[in-house]
């Protein structure tokens, strides 16, 4: 019978949580996840793997001034350890790694309080950390940070990211040479003779599998026998950077699953926090949940990805959290809330205010228009208004921001001008807020959605050689590997002609503005066109 409550074992080398359900052992006082037991299995985390690469916390770190987005590789190891909570309802422990400047150059010049959290009868266990940067130290430059797990690879072969993007995955032995071929970056590889022969012939590529923030709430493994689900739950964006849009990793062949808080994928430099010397900087990231299930002999395993998807929910609706015991982390009684209702005012369209009908509106620091989508150093909120504009974005912590919004269908971007201050327990309504989208005049052509999404326009087919079965025929088949190839392959004598009114943006408009390939595997910038006719003076119009 399980026991009643949470129980702590500190051991010398070891710490181990256990609530009767699973049974979570870190290392003392590393704080890095060794062991997962969970129904029946003795360890989820991959065996094979010294017990420093199973789970744990890192971050890629550069000197200030430093350019570009790479870095140092750094495991975080705890070097003191503190149990914070401990009761039957509540294990919540600690693992420190202060920093002094005769570490200067070594390490990165960061306090880190990495914690987690064990709760009577929750399958599942919770993670979070507090980053802090004090003003007298050096400055960085922090590329990326997460959590990542490596799981068994003789029990967990089916991966799910969404409802239509899941699948059995390739053996991480696949990818290696003679096994894999590599392509024209490390993480994309063919595969040529996998040990699974269905395979073959099929591209292996970790970006495929990239979720944008908003939609990037669960994701995991599903081992079939016995069937039991590892599943990684993010139930807030607040401490993520680039906003709602910004596309993450989630799970990839390893098996890994990975929860990221801050990474340049996608966005290059931009989206690399610099921390200056002199400048103080605290940061919470997460809690997230690491959440388990298994279903009975005979049920269909993949019914564990809707029970996934009904705890996230659950979590989500949980949010912010009660538990956590770190004073950094605010529950929702110090938080304020910001409602109100947007308008879009374009007089070349309508006479009428017209709602701004499922708007993306967010707080984050102040800064210039659109500076939300390069904002990586703080705290972000955003919710969508409804059809007709009234916006609601709650649990925010204290803090000046700025209100941002942008809305599907109108061009450009929103920000009210005075910084909005939150106070705990706030509740500060906005009132009528109208956007009027940039323009000169009456709009004379438009090529696409201005909705940050180009999947309007014409993504071809991949080359068959380099094909994910998961893509094919399917809404995100942009992420087919090699398609940048494929545009000199559709214009080999020119770069793209479009003439407005006779072309159609879902045929003749490539869904992305690529590089040329040139014979001396050298590569050239594209120039397109776009021919219209245009009878009176182009001063007056919107191109």
């Known amino acids: 019978m399980p026991h009643l409550g949470v129980q702590l074992l500190v051991q010398d080398r070891h710490v181990v949580m ?9 290392s003392n006082p590393d704080g890095i996840v060794t062991g997962i037991r969970f129904s029946g299995i003795d360890n989820l985390l991959e065996v094979l793997n010294d017990e420093s690469n199973r789970g744990y916390w890192d971050l890629v770190w550069n000197a200030a001034g430093s350019t570009g987005t790479t870095g140092i590789f750094d495991v975080i190891r705890g070097t003191s350890f503190e149990v914070i909570v401990e ?40 993670s979070y950390a507090i980053y802090e940067h004090l003003k007298e130290w050096p400055g960085f430059n922090l590329g990326e940070t997460r959590i990542a797990f490596k799981l068994r690879k003789d029990k967990f072969h089916y991966m799910v990211a969404a409802d239509n993007r899941q699948r059995f995955m390739p053996l991480p032995d696949d990818r290696v040479p003679p096994r894999g071929l ?18 073959k012939g099929e591209v292996d590529d970790k970006y495929q599998y990239s979720i ?33 849009v910004k596309q993450n990793l989630t799970s990839h062949v390893g098996p890994t699953t990975l929860a990221m808080f801050l990474s340049a994928h996608y966005s290059g430099e931009d989206l690399v926090p610099k921390i200056g010397a002199g400048e103080a900087w605290k940061k919470v990231f997460g809690p997230v949940f690491m959440y ?53 005012r374009d007089r070349f369209v309508s006479d009428d205010y017209i709602p701004a009908n499922g708007a993306y509106v967010g707080l984050a620091l102040p800064g210039d228009v659109g500076s939300w989508q390069r904002e990586c150093k703080d705290y972000q909120f955003w919710n969508r208004a409804d059809e007709d504009g009234y916006f609601s974005i709650n649990n925010v912590r204290t803090g000046d921001y700025n209100l941002y919004a942008w809305v599907p269908g109108v061009i450009g971007d929103y920000r009210y001008d005075v910084s909005v201050t939150v106070t705990s327990g706030c509740d500060i309504e906005m009132g009528d807020l109208v956007y009027q989208p940039p323009r000169d005049g009456p709009t004379l052509w438009e090529i696409g959605i201005p909705d940050r999404s180009a999947e309007e326009f014409y993504v071809p087919d991949p080359n068959p050689n380099y094909t994910n079965k998961l893509y094919v025929n399917h809404p995100d088949r942009f ?50 066109q776009i021919k219209f006719n245009l009878d009176e003076s182009g001063s007056k119009w919107n191109l």
């Open 87 to 126: 009761t039957e309802e509540q294990v919540e422990v600690s693992f420190t790694r202060p920093w002094d400047s005769s570490q200067e150059g070594k390490l990165v010049p960061l306090n880190i309080d990495k914690r987690f959290v064990m709760l009577r009868g929750s399958s599942g266990f919770y």
């Open 182 to 199: 590599p392509l024209a970056y490390p993480e994309a590889v063919k595969l040529v003779k996998p040990v699974e022969p269905d395979f």
């Open 292 to 344: 388990f299930n298994s279903v009975m002999d005979g049920d269909d395993p993949l019914s564990l990805w809707e029970d996934a998807k009904s705890q996230m929910l659950i979590e989500v609706q949980s949010w912010p959290y009660e538990f956590p015991a770190s004073e950094d982390y605010q529950k929702s009684d110090q938080r304020g809330n910001v409602s109100g209702r947007l308008f879009v």
């Open 212 to 244: 944008e923030n908003k939609d990037n709430k669960v994701h995991g493994w599903i081992c079939m026998d016995p069937a039991v689900g590892f599943w990684q739950i993010t139930p807030s964006d607040e401490f993520r950077s680039g906003g709602p």
């Open 479 to 528: 992420r087919q590997y090699g398609l940048w190839e494929r545009y000199a392959e559709l214009y080999p004598d020119g770069d793209l002609v479009y003439t407005v009114g006779v072309s159609d943006y879902r045929k003749d408009w490539f869904y992305a503005q690529v590089t040329r390939k040139k014979d001396d595997n050298t590569y050239q910038r594209t120039t397109w």
């Open 18 to 26: 256990d609530n009767g359900l699973l049974q979570v052992t870190l």
